[in-house]
């Protein structure tokens, strides 16, 4: 089992930069990858961020390239720094880990809002 919790939303304005944080815990040696998805109102869950946890390969959404970068540390934390934020990036962020399998198994944190206002 893997417990995520995020931290770092909030509201701030155009153009802003924010830090979105996610401490891992549980089965750490478990995950393959890591990564930020987001929920707009009304509109399905996307992946924003990815990262293996081992390598460090990132990859990222068309819509957030040059602006966000998905990092982490040596041990159980994911980060996504969030620059030039506009009022589209408006979501709640889950933190999610997917492990290596099999099975392979998605795990998501509670989420954190962050709004940008206009």
């Known amino acids: 089992q893997v417990q995520l919790e995020e931290s770092g939303g909030g509201l701030v304005q155009t153009g802003d930069s924010l830090r979105l944080s996610c401490e891992v815990s549980?089965?750490?040696?478990?995950?393959?990858?890591m990564g930020w998805y987001r929920q707009a109102p009304g509109k399905s869950r996307e992946v924003v961020a990815t990262?293996?946890?081992?390598?460090?390969?990132t990859n990222y959404a068309d819509s957030v390239k040059g602006r966000f970068t998905i990092s982490r540390d040596d041990y159980n934390t994911v980060y996504l720094q969030m620059n030039n934020l506009k009022p589209e990036d408006t979501a709640v962020y889950y933190c999610?880990?997917?492990?290596?399998?099999?099975?392979?198994?998605?795990?998501y944190g509670q989420g954190t809002q962050v709004t940008v206002s206009s």
């Open positions: 549980g089965s750490i040696d478990s995950i393959l990858a």
């Open positions: 990262i293996i946890r081992r390598e460090g390969f």
């Open positions: 999610n880990a997917r492990s290596r399998g099999p099975p392979v198994r998605d795990y």
